[in-house]
Protein backbone atom coordinates (compact mmCIF):
# COMPACT_ATOMS: atom_id res chain seq x y z
CA UNK A 1 0.00 0.00 0.00
CA UNK A 2 1.29 3.32 -0.48
CA UNK A 3 1.79 6.18 1.98
CA UNK A 4 -0.77 8.51 2.88
CA UNK A 5 0.88 11.86 1.95
CA UNK A 6 0.54 14.45 4.56
CA UNK A 7 -2.00 16.93 4.25
CA UNK A 8 -1.05 19.89 3.31
CA UNK A 9 -0.86 23.32 5.16
CA UNK A 10 -3.86 24.59 3.88
CA UNK A 11 -6.53 22.09 4.31
CA UNK A 12 -9.40 22.76 5.78
CA UNK A 13 -8.92 20.95 8.67
CA UNK A 14 -6.27 22.88 9.97
CA UNK A 15 -7.66 25.93 9.36
CA UNK A 16 -10.79 25.93 11.16
CA UNK A 17 -8.59 24.17 14.51
CA UNK A 18 -5.95 27.46 13.55
CA UNK A 19 -9.79 29.43 14.15
CA UNK A 20 -10.85 27.64 17.34
CA UNK A 21 -7.45 28.77 18.90
CA UNK A 22 -7.73 32.30 18.11
CA UNK A 23 -11.23 32.81 19.10
CA UNK A 24 -9.97 32.67 23.13
CA UNK A 25 -7.49 34.40 22.28
CA UNK A 26 -9.29 37.20 20.83
CA UNK A 27 -11.88 37.24 23.44
CA UNK A 28 -8.52 37.05 25.93
CA UNK A 29 -7.33 40.25 24.07
CA UNK A 30 -10.67 42.38 24.24
CA UNK A 31 -10.85 41.63 28.09
CA UNK A 32 -7.68 42.93 28.14
CA UNK A 33 -7.89 46.15 26.18
CA UNK A 34 -11.64 46.88 28.39
CA UNK A 35 -9.61 46.36 31.41
CA UNK A 36 -6.55 47.85 30.77
CA UNK A 37 -8.57 50.99 29.20
CA UNK A 38 -10.90 51.45 32.62
CA UNK A 39 -7.86 50.27 35.24
CA UNK A 40 -4.62 52.39 33.71
CA UNK A 41 -1.56 49.74 33.95
CA UNK A 42 -3.18 46.53 34.05
CA UNK A 43 -3.29 46.73 30.24
CA UNK A 44 0.60 47.37 30.12
CA UNK A 45 1.39 44.79 32.51
CA UNK A 46 -0.65 42.50 30.67
CA UNK A 47 1.05 42.88 27.54
CA UNK A 48 5.02 42.06 28.96
CA UNK A 49 5.14 45.29 30.25
CA UNK A 50 5.12 44.70 33.74
CA UNK A 51 7.72 47.43 35.33
CA UNK A 52 6.09 50.38 33.62
CA UNK A 53 2.86 49.34 34.44
CA UNK A 54 3.13 48.54 37.76
CA UNK A 55 4.61 52.69 38.11
CA UNK A 56 1.29 54.17 36.02
CA UNK A 57 -0.65 51.79 38.13
CA UNK A 58 0.86 52.92 41.33
CA UNK A 59 0.53 56.57 40.02
CA UNK A 60 -3.18 56.51 39.22
CA UNK A 61 -4.09 54.46 42.60
CA UNK A 62 -1.79 57.31 44.80
CA UNK A 63 -3.61 59.98 42.52
CA UNK A 64 -7.59 58.52 43.43
CA UNK A 65 -6.72 57.90 47.34
CA UNK A 66 -5.59 61.05 47.47
CA UNK A 67 -8.51 62.43 45.78
CA UNK A 68 -10.70 60.64 48.09
CA UNK A 69 -8.71 61.71 51.62
CA UNK A 70 -8.61 65.31 50.49
CA UNK A 71 -12.79 64.65 49.97
CA UNK A 72 -12.95 62.65 53.69
CA UNK A 73 -10.52 65.64 55.41
CA UNK A 74 -11.72 68.46 53.93
CA UNK A 75 -15.10 70.35 55.10
CA UNK A 76 -17.67 70.04 52.29
CA UNK A 77 -17.97 73.98 52.81
CA UNK A 78 -14.45 74.65 52.24
CA UNK A 79 -14.32 71.95 49.28
CA UNK A 80 -17.38 74.04 47.88
CA UNK A 81 -15.78 77.44 48.47
CA UNK A 82 -13.04 76.29 45.87
CA UNK A 83 -15.35 76.76 43.15
CA UNK A 84 -15.28 80.58 43.86
CA UNK A 85 -11.54 80.82 43.44
CA UNK A 86 -10.16 81.58 40.21
CA UNK A 87 -7.18 80.27 40.76
CA UNK A 88 -8.34 76.82 42.31
CA UNK A 89 -10.15 76.71 39.21
CA UNK A 90 -7.54 76.87 36.87
CA UNK A 91 -5.34 74.09 38.79
CA UNK A 92 -8.30 71.67 38.54
CA UNK A 93 -9.08 72.26 35.25
CA UNK A 94 -5.41 71.62 34.33
CA UNK A 95 -5.28 68.41 36.33
CA UNK A 96 -8.51 67.15 35.40
CA UNK A 97 -7.56 67.62 31.73
CA UNK A 98 -3.89 66.30 32.44
CA UNK A 99 -6.02 62.99 34.51
CA UNK A 100 -7.84 62.41 30.95
CA UNK A 101 -4.99 62.69 28.45
CA UNK A 102 -2.77 59.90 29.97
CA UNK A 103 -6.01 57.87 30.72
CA UNK A 104 -6.90 57.95 26.96
CA UNK A 105 -2.86 57.52 26.09
CA UNK A 106 -2.43 54.97 28.40
CA UNK A 107 -5.29 52.65 27.01
CA UNK A 108 -4.10 53.44 23.68
CA UNK A 109 -0.82 52.22 24.08
CA UNK A 110 -2.17 49.29 26.27
CA UNK A 111 -4.24 48.57 23.14
CA UNK A 112 -1.60 48.75 20.43
CA UNK A 113 0.66 46.28 22.39
CA UNK A 114 -1.90 43.64 23.21
CA UNK A 115 -3.16 43.49 19.67
CA UNK A 116 -2.62 39.97 18.42
CA UNK A 117 -0.70 39.66 15.29
CA UNK A 118 -2.12 39.84 11.90
CA UNK A 119 -5.29 40.69 13.54
CA UNK A 120 -7.93 41.07 10.41
CA UNK A 121 -9.15 44.70 10.12
CA UNK A 122 -12.89 44.43 11.15
CA UNK A 123 -11.58 42.52 14.71
CA UNK A 124 -8.83 45.69 14.87
CA UNK A 125 -12.03 47.59 14.30
CA UNK A 126 -13.64 46.29 17.11
CA UNK A 127 -10.83 46.47 19.35
CA UNK A 128 -10.69 49.77 18.89
CA UNK A 129 -14.18 50.38 19.95
CA UNK A 130 -13.97 49.21 22.80
CA UNK A 131 -11.04 51.46 23.73
CA UNK A 132 -13.16 54.73 22.96
CA UNK A 133 -16.52 53.05 24.70
CA UNK A 134 -15.02 52.17 28.19
CA UNK A 135 -12.38 55.10 28.47
CA UNK A 136 -15.22 57.74 27.49
CA UNK A 137 -16.74 56.32 31.14
CA UNK A 138 -13.93 58.24 32.89
CA UNK A 139 -12.68 60.43 30.00
CA UNK A 140 -16.14 62.25 29.29
CA UNK A 141 -16.48 62.95 33.35
CA UNK A 142 -12.96 63.99 33.57
CA UNK A 143 -13.62 66.94 30.30
CA UNK A 144 -16.69 68.11 31.35
CA UNK A 145 -15.54 68.56 35.25
CA UNK A 146 -12.30 70.51 33.21
CA UNK A 147 -14.82 72.46 31.27
CA UNK A 148 -16.72 73.59 33.81
CA UNK A 149 -14.07 74.30 35.93
CA UNK A 150 -12.64 76.94 32.96
CA UNK A 151 -16.29 78.29 32.89
CA UNK A 152 -16.32 79.22 36.43
CA UNK A 153 -13.31 80.54 36.24
CA UNK A 154 -14.44 83.24 33.41
CA UNK A 155 -17.45 83.86 35.29
CA UNK A 156 -15.98 84.97 38.28
CA UNK A 157 -13.88 87.30 36.29
CA UNK A 158 -16.72 88.34 34.25
CA UNK A 159 -19.54 89.18 36.88
CA UNK A 160 -17.18 90.06 39.67
CA UNK A 161 -17.07 93.53 41.10
CA UNK A 162 -15.30 96.54 39.43
CA UNK A 163 -14.39 99.75 41.09
CA UNK A 164 -17.17 101.05 43.72
CA UNK A 165 -17.64 103.63 45.75
CA UNK A 166 -19.99 101.90 48.01
CA UNK A 167 -18.34 98.72 49.17
CA UNK A 168 -16.57 98.06 52.84
CA UNK A 169 -12.92 97.50 53.10
CA UNK A 170 -12.71 94.03 55.19
CA UNK A 171 -10.36 91.08 55.41
CA UNK A 172 -11.00 88.62 52.84
CA UNK A 173 -9.29 85.88 54.64
CA UNK A 174 -11.59 86.33 57.90
CA UNK A 175 -14.19 88.63 56.51
CA UNK A 176 -16.98 87.75 58.98
CA UNK A 177 -14.79 88.75 61.98
CA UNK A 178 -15.93 91.94 61.74
CA UNK A 179 -19.07 91.80 60.09
CA UNK A 180 -21.86 90.32 62.52
CA UNK A 181 -24.23 90.91 59.50
CA UNK A 182 -24.08 90.89 55.78
CA UNK A 183 -26.88 93.24 53.89
CA UNK A 184 -26.76 92.12 49.59
CA UNK A 185 -28.94 94.23 47.83
CA UNK A 186 -31.00 92.61 45.03
CA UNK A 187 -31.88 94.71 42.10
CA UNK A 188 -33.96 93.76 39.01
CA UNK A 189 -34.76 95.16 35.69
CA UNK A 190 -36.51 94.27 32.97
CA UNK A 191 -34.16 96.89 30.73
CA UNK A 192 -34.85 95.73 27.07
CA UNK A 193 -36.14 96.51 23.92
CA UNK A 194 -38.98 99.26 24.40
CA UNK A 195 -38.28 100.56 27.49
CA UNK A 196 -36.43 104.06 28.31
CA UNK A 197 -33.61 103.87 30.65
CA UNK A 198 -33.22 101.67 33.16
CA UNK A 199 -36.10 101.31 35.89
CA UNK A 200 -35.68 98.72 38.76
CA UNK A 201 -38.99 96.45 39.47
CA UNK A 202 -37.48 94.45 42.24
CA UNK A 203 -35.03 95.91 45.35
CA UNK A 204 -34.96 93.14 48.58
CA UNK A 205 -32.12 93.36 50.66
CA UNK A 206 -30.85 89.93 52.15
CA UNK A 207 -29.59 90.37 55.80
CA UNK A 208 -27.33 87.67 57.09
CA UNK A 209 -26.44 87.40 60.15
CA UNK A 210 -22.65 85.43 59.57
CA UNK A 211 -22.80 83.63 62.60
CA UNK A 212 -26.28 81.99 62.86
CA UNK A 213 -27.03 82.06 59.23
CA UNK A 214 -30.30 83.23 60.19
CA UNK A 215 -31.59 85.84 57.04
CA UNK A 216 -34.35 88.38 56.27
CA UNK A 217 -35.35 89.23 52.69
CA UNK A 218 -36.95 92.92 52.98
CA UNK A 219 -39.16 93.82 49.88
CA UNK A 220 -39.10 97.31 48.85
CA UNK A 221 -41.84 98.69 47.02
CA UNK A 222 -40.48 100.05 43.77
CA UNK A 223 -42.78 103.18 44.14
CA UNK A 224 -41.31 104.34 47.36
CA UNK A 225 -40.78 108.30 47.38
CA UNK A 226 -38.57 111.09 48.98
CA UNK A 227 -35.92 108.13 49.90
CA UNK A 228 -33.47 109.74 52.04
CA UNK A 229 -29.85 109.12 51.11
CA UNK A 230 -26.97 107.93 53.98
CA UNK A 231 -25.39 110.38 55.52
CA UNK A 232 -21.86 109.95 54.69
CA UNK A 233 -23.02 109.82 50.77
CA UNK A 234 -22.31 112.82 48.73
CA UNK A 235 -26.10 112.60 47.78
CA UNK A 236 -27.16 113.10 51.43
CA UNK A 237 -26.52 117.00 51.34
CA UNK A 238 -27.72 117.21 47.89
CA UNK A 239 -31.04 116.39 49.04
CA UNK A 240 -31.89 116.52 52.60
CA UNK A 241 -35.00 115.81 52.50
CA UNK A 242 -35.31 112.75 50.36
CA UNK A 243 -34.88 112.40 46.64
CA UNK A 244 -37.35 114.85 45.11
CA UNK A 245 -37.87 116.93 42.52
CA UNK A 246 -39.99 118.57 40.31
CA UNK A 247 -42.19 117.14 37.33
CA UNK A 248 -43.04 113.43 36.90
CA UNK A 249 -43.30 111.64 40.75
CA UNK A 250 -42.36 108.74 38.62
CA UNK A 251 -38.43 109.63 37.91
CA UNK A 252 -38.05 110.34 41.80
CA UNK A 253 -39.34 107.09 43.12
CA UNK A 254 -37.21 104.23 44.55
CA UNK A 255 -37.05 102.30 40.67
CA UNK A 256 -35.74 105.84 39.25
CA UNK A 257 -33.04 106.07 41.69
CA UNK A 258 -30.67 103.83 39.51
CA UNK A 259 -31.08 105.76 36.04
CA UNK A 260 -31.60 109.25 37.04
CA UNK A 261 -29.68 110.09 40.08
CA UNK A 262 -25.77 109.53 37.84
CA UNK A 263 -27.45 111.61 34.95
CA UNK A 264 -28.57 114.50 37.82
CA UNK A 265 -25.11 114.69 38.96
CA UNK A 266 -22.49 112.56 37.19
CA UNK A 267 -19.58 114.58 39.11
CA UNK A 268 -21.12 112.27 42.28
CA UNK A 269 -19.77 109.13 40.37
CA UNK A 270 -16.37 109.95 39.62
CA UNK A 271 -14.20 106.63 39.23
CA UNK A 272 -17.35 103.81 39.77
CA UNK A 273 -17.83 100.97 37.41
CA UNK A 274 -21.83 101.50 38.21
CA UNK A 275 -23.04 104.91 39.41
CA UNK A 276 -26.48 103.92 39.20
CA UNK A 277 -26.11 100.93 42.20
CA UNK A 278 -24.09 102.97 44.24
CA UNK A 279 -26.99 105.60 43.91
CA UNK A 280 -29.46 103.14 44.76
CA UNK A 281 -27.27 101.31 47.53
CA UNK A 282 -27.03 104.77 49.42
CA UNK A 283 -31.04 105.49 49.51
CA UNK A 284 -31.72 102.07 50.74
CA UNK A 285 -28.66 102.81 53.40
CA UNK A 286 -30.59 106.07 54.03
CA UNK A 287 -33.95 104.79 53.55
CA UNK A 288 -33.51 101.78 56.43
CA UNK A 289 -30.74 102.95 58.43
CA UNK A 290 -28.52 99.45 57.80
CA UNK A 291 -25.26 99.49 55.98
CA UNK A 292 -25.91 97.97 52.25
CA UNK A 293 -22.34 96.13 51.86
CA UNK A 294 -22.86 94.46 48.02
CA UNK A 295 -25.46 94.76 45.38
CA UNK A 296 -26.47 92.08 42.63
CA UNK A 297 -28.12 93.42 39.86
CA UNK A 298 -30.05 90.72 37.88
CA UNK A 299 -32.04 91.54 34.43
CA UNK A 300 -35.03 90.47 34.38
CA UNK A 301 -35.59 89.92 30.66
CA UNK A 302 -32.64 87.60 30.54
CA UNK A 303 -33.92 85.54 33.50
CA UNK A 304 -36.08 83.11 31.68
CA UNK A 305 -33.01 81.56 29.99
CA UNK A 306 -31.14 81.14 33.75
CA UNK A 307 -34.67 79.16 34.88
CA UNK A 308 -34.89 77.12 31.96
CA UNK A 309 -31.08 76.17 32.05
CA UNK A 310 -31.66 74.67 35.45
CA UNK A 311 -34.68 72.99 34.38
CA UNK A 312 -37.33 74.77 35.42
CA UNK A 313 -39.16 75.44 38.88
CA UNK A 314 -41.51 74.03 41.00
CA UNK A 315 -43.38 76.43 42.97
CA UNK A 316 -47.02 76.80 44.51
CA UNK A 317 -49.27 79.27 43.03
CA UNK A 318 -51.14 80.69 44.61
CA UNK A 319 -53.90 81.55 42.12
CA UNK A 320 -54.06 82.20 38.06
CA UNK A 321 -51.36 84.73 37.28
CA UNK A 322 -52.15 86.57 33.84
CA UNK A 323 -49.58 86.09 31.54
CA UNK A 324 -49.12 89.12 29.06
CA UNK A 325 -51.55 91.90 29.86
CA UNK A 326 -50.91 95.42 31.05
CA UNK A 327 -52.40 98.51 32.02
CA UNK A 328 -54.87 99.90 29.22
CA UNK A 329 -53.60 103.16 28.16
CA UNK A 330 -57.15 104.56 27.26
CA UNK A 331 -58.67 104.12 30.76
CA UNK A 332 -58.71 102.11 33.89
CA UNK A 333 -58.15 98.15 33.67
CA UNK A 334 -56.23 95.73 31.79
CA UNK A 335 -55.65 93.91 27.99
CA UNK A 336 -56.54 90.71 27.66
CA UNK A 337 -54.04 87.85 28.85
CA UNK A 338 -52.37 85.80 26.25
CA UNK A 339 -52.59 83.16 28.64
CA UNK A 340 -52.49 82.04 32.25
CA UNK A 341 -50.05 80.35 35.28
CA UNK A 342 -52.67 78.24 36.79
CA UNK A 343 -53.40 77.79 40.36
CA UNK A 344 -52.11 74.72 42.12
CA UNK A 345 -49.18 73.36 44.40
CA UNK A 346 -46.08 72.17 43.18
CA UNK A 347 -46.47 73.58 39.68
CA UNK A 348 -43.51 73.42 37.42
CA UNK A 349 -42.92 76.54 35.10
CA UNK A 350 -40.88 77.02 32.42
CA UNK A 351 -38.41 79.65 32.29
CA UNK A 352 -41.16 82.08 30.43
CA UNK A 353 -43.72 81.55 33.23
CA UNK A 354 -41.46 82.13 36.10
CA UNK A 355 -40.52 85.32 34.62
CA UNK A 356 -44.40 85.85 34.39
CA UNK A 357 -45.05 84.93 37.85
CA UNK A 358 -42.57 87.05 38.92
CA UNK A 359 -43.36 89.89 36.99
CA UNK A 360 -47.03 90.04 36.65
CA UNK A 361 -48.91 92.97 38.35
CA UNK A 362 -52.46 94.05 36.44
CA UNK A 363 -55.21 92.29 38.46
CA UNK A 364 -52.55 92.45 41.32
CA UNK A 365 -50.32 94.83 43.53
CA UNK A 366 -47.04 95.90 43.12
CA UNK A 367 -46.86 94.40 46.99
CA UNK A 368 -47.80 90.92 45.99
CA UNK A 369 -45.20 90.90 42.98
CA UNK A 370 -42.59 91.26 45.72
CA UNK A 371 -43.91 88.33 47.57
CA UNK A 372 -43.70 86.62 44.79
CA UNK A 373 -40.53 87.32 43.36
CA UNK A 374 -39.37 86.39 46.84
CA UNK A 375 -41.16 83.28 46.68
CA UNK A 376 -39.71 82.30 43.43
CA UNK A 377 -35.88 83.28 44.47
CA UNK A 378 -36.04 81.36 47.69
CA UNK A 379 -37.27 78.45 45.40
CA UNK A 380 -34.58 78.73 42.56
CA UNK A 381 -31.92 78.46 45.91
CA UNK A 382 -33.46 75.32 47.35
CA UNK A 383 -34.43 73.41 44.01
CA UNK A 384 -30.24 73.49 42.69
CA UNK A 385 -30.48 70.26 41.20
CA UNK A 386 -26.46 69.23 41.78
CA UNK A 387 -26.44 67.10 38.72
CA UNK A 388 -28.36 70.13 36.33
CA UNK A 389 -25.42 72.07 37.89
CA UNK A 390 -22.90 69.47 36.65
CA UNK A 391 -24.16 68.39 33.12
CA UNK A 392 -26.03 72.27 32.47
CA UNK A 393 -23.52 74.06 33.97
CA UNK A 394 -22.04 75.81 30.63
CA UNK A 395 -25.11 76.94 29.56
CA UNK A 396 -26.43 78.28 33.26
CA UNK A 397 -22.87 79.97 33.32
CA UNK A 398 -23.83 81.95 30.22
CA UNK A 399 -27.22 82.49 31.16
CA UNK A 400 -25.65 84.23 34.52
CA UNK A 401 -23.37 86.04 33.02
CA UNK A 402 -25.72 87.63 30.43
CA UNK A 403 -28.33 88.76 33.34
CA UNK A 404 -25.81 89.26 36.67
CA UNK A 405 -23.59 92.05 37.89
CA UNK A 406 -22.16 92.83 41.10
CA UNK A 407 -19.76 94.65 43.01
CA UNK A 408 -18.99 91.40 45.32
CA UNK A 409 -14.73 91.66 45.10
CA UNK A 410 -13.34 88.10 43.29
CA UNK A 411 -11.41 87.24 46.67
CA UNK A 412 -14.96 86.93 48.65
CA UNK A 413 -16.68 84.62 46.43
CA UNK A 414 -15.14 81.87 48.57
CA UNK A 415 -16.01 82.74 52.12
CA UNK A 416 -19.68 83.64 50.44
CA UNK A 417 -20.06 80.38 49.22
CA UNK A 418 -18.92 78.93 52.55
CA UNK A 419 -21.33 81.34 54.35
CA UNK A 420 -24.16 79.83 52.06
CA UNK A 421 -23.94 76.55 53.85
CA UNK A 422 -24.51 78.29 57.01
CA UNK A 423 -27.55 80.23 55.84
CA UNK A 424 -28.60 76.92 54.60
CA UNK A 425 -29.10 75.69 57.66
CA UNK A 426 -30.46 78.79 59.60
CA UNK A 427 -33.79 80.30 59.18
CA UNK A 428 -35.24 82.57 56.57
CA UNK A 429 -37.64 85.04 56.93
CA UNK A 430 -39.44 87.47 54.60
CA UNK A 431 -41.30 91.22 55.36
CA UNK A 432 -42.86 93.49 52.45
CA UNK A 433 -42.98 97.06 53.42
CA UNK A 434 -46.40 97.02 51.61
CA UNK A 435 -49.38 99.51 52.13
CA UNK A 436 -50.50 97.61 55.25
CA UNK A 437 -47.10 97.59 56.57
CA UNK A 438 -46.48 101.67 56.27
CA UNK A 439 -50.18 101.98 57.41
CA UNK A 440 -49.78 99.19 60.52
CA UNK A 441 -45.96 100.60 61.70
CA UNK A 442 -45.89 104.03 60.43
CA UNK A 443 -49.51 105.12 60.03
CA UNK A 444 -48.11 106.42 56.80
CA UNK A 445 -48.19 104.95 53.12
CA UNK A 446 -45.24 104.35 50.61
CA UNK A 447 -45.75 107.87 49.28
CA UNK A 448 -45.22 109.62 52.40
CA UNK A 449 -43.47 107.30 54.58
CA UNK A 450 -42.09 108.18 57.94
CA UNK A 451 -38.50 106.94 57.51
CA UNK A 452 -37.71 107.40 61.20
CA UNK A 453 -40.05 104.51 62.48
CA UNK A 454 -39.45 102.59 59.23
CA UNK A 455 -35.92 102.55 60.30
CA UNK A 456 -36.81 101.74 63.88
CA UNK A 457 -39.17 98.73 62.96
CA UNK A 458 -36.19 97.30 60.65
CA UNK A 459 -33.85 97.81 63.65
CA UNK A 460 -35.85 95.80 65.62
CA UNK A 461 -36.10 92.96 62.88
CA UNK A 462 -32.69 92.79 62.58
CA UNK A 463 -31.55 92.58 66.13
CA UNK A 464 -34.70 90.01 67.07
CA UNK A 465 -33.28 87.42 69.09
CA UNK A 466 -33.13 83.84 67.52
CA UNK A 467 -36.60 82.98 69.29
CA UNK A 468 -38.17 86.22 68.32
CA UNK A 469 -41.10 87.15 66.44
CA UNK A 470 -39.95 89.76 63.76
CA UNK A 471 -42.47 89.30 61.96
CA UNK A 472 -45.99 89.71 63.50
CA UNK A 473 -46.62 93.12 61.71
CA UNK A 474 -46.85 91.11 58.62
CA UNK A 475 -50.99 90.31 57.46
CA UNK A 476 -52.80 87.43 58.82
CA UNK A 477 -53.02 84.39 56.70
CA UNK A 478 -56.38 84.40 55.17
CA UNK A 479 -58.75 82.69 57.23
CA UNK A 480 -60.10 79.21 56.52
CA UNK A 481 -63.81 77.84 56.63
CA UNK A 482 -65.25 75.36 58.23
CA UNK A 483 -63.61 72.48 56.04
CA UNK A 484 -60.24 73.87 56.08
CA UNK A 485 -60.13 75.77 52.56
CA UNK A 486 -58.08 78.80 52.39
CA UNK A 487 -61.24 81.82 52.33
CA UNK A 488 -59.96 83.58 49.04
CA UNK A 489 -62.16 86.03 47.54
CA UNK A 490 -63.71 85.77 44.42
CA UNK A 491 -62.23 87.38 41.42
CA UNK A 492 -64.30 90.02 39.70
CA UNK A 493 -67.19 88.32 37.85
CA UNK A 494 -65.89 90.30 34.40
CA UNK A 495 -62.82 88.25 34.45
CA UNK A 496 -62.15 86.66 31.03
CA UNK A 497 -62.29 82.97 31.88
CA UNK A 498 -58.55 81.33 31.84
CA UNK A 499 -57.84 79.40 28.67
CA UNK A 500 -57.47 75.68 28.26
CA UNK A 501 -54.75 73.78 29.77
CA UNK A 502 -52.89 72.87 26.55
CA UNK A 503 -52.74 76.43 25.16
CA UNK A 504 -49.05 77.53 25.83
CA UNK A 505 -48.69 81.37 25.65
CA UNK A 506 -45.91 83.24 24.71
CA UNK A 507 -43.75 85.22 26.88
CA UNK A 508 -42.08 87.77 24.77
CA UNK A 509 -44.06 91.40 25.80
CA UNK A 510 -43.05 93.65 27.96
CA UNK A 511 -45.33 93.91 31.45
CA UNK A 512 -47.22 96.90 32.37
CA UNK A 513 -44.54 99.29 33.68
CA UNK A 514 -45.61 101.77 30.50
CA UNK A 515 -43.28 100.11 27.41
CA UNK A 516 -45.33 99.22 23.92
CA UNK A 517 -45.89 95.40 23.74
CA UNK A 518 -44.80 93.82 20.79
CA UNK A 519 -48.04 92.31 19.85
CA UNK A 520 -51.38 93.74 21.68
CA UNK A 521 -53.61 91.27 20.47
CA UNK A 522 -57.36 92.26 19.17
CA UNK A 523 -57.15 95.01 22.12
CA UNK A 524 -59.84 93.27 24.20
CA UNK A 525 -59.82 94.85 28.11
CA UNK A 526 -60.64 93.01 31.19
CA UNK A 527 -62.63 96.18 33.05
CA UNK A 528 -60.38 95.52 36.32
CA UNK A 529 -58.82 98.68 37.59
CA UNK A 530 -55.63 98.33 38.92
CA UNK A 531 -56.64 100.73 42.20
CA UNK A 532 -59.11 97.47 43.27
CA UNK A 533 -56.82 94.74 42.34
CA UNK A 534 -58.13 91.02 43.04
CA UNK A 535 -56.98 90.04 46.57
CA UNK A 536 -53.72 87.58 46.85
CA UNK A 537 -53.30 87.27 50.79
CA UNK A 538 -51.74 83.78 50.24
CA UNK A 539 -48.34 83.84 48.06
CA UNK A 540 -46.71 80.89 47.31
Same mark, same amino acid.
Given at each position: ?????????????????????????????????????????? *?????? @????????????????????????????????????????????????????????????????? !?? /???????? @????????????????????? *?????????? !??????????????????????????????????????? *??????????????????? %???????? =? @???????????????????????????????????????????????????????????????????????????????????? !????? *??????? #?????????????? #???????????????????? %??????????????????????????????????????????????????????????? $???? #????????????? !??????? @??????????? /???????????????????? /????????????????????????????????? =????????????? $?????????? $???????? =??? #????????
Amino acid at each position: MGRVQDQPSGHPGRRAARRRRRRPRYGRFIAQTAIGSLVPGT *GLIAAG @RRRLGAAVLALFVAAGLGVLAVIAVVPTRRLASYGGDRQMMFVIGVALVAAAAIWLIVALVSHRL !LE /PARLPAGK @RLGGALVVVVVTSLVVAPLSL *GARNAFVQRD !LIQAISGGESLTTPDIDTSDPWADMPRLNLLLMGSDAGP *GRDGERLNTLIVVSIDTHT %GDATMIGI =P @RNLQRMPFAAASPLSGLYPQGFDGAGDEREWMAMSIYSNAPILHPEVFEGTDNPGADATKWAVEGALDIDVDYFIFVNMEGFQV !LVDAL *GGVTLNV #PRDIPIGNKNREDG #PGCTTPRGWIRAGDNQQLNG %GQALWFARSRCMSTDYDRMARQQCLLGAITNQANPRTLFTQYQSIASATREIIKTDIPE $DLFP #PLIELAFVVRDGS !LESLTLD @RDFFQTTTGTN /PSNPDYAQLQAHINTILTAG /PDGDPLDDESEPPAADADGATDEREPPANEPEP =PADDEQPSTDETD $DDGATDEDTG $DGDTIEVS =PDQ #PVETDAVC
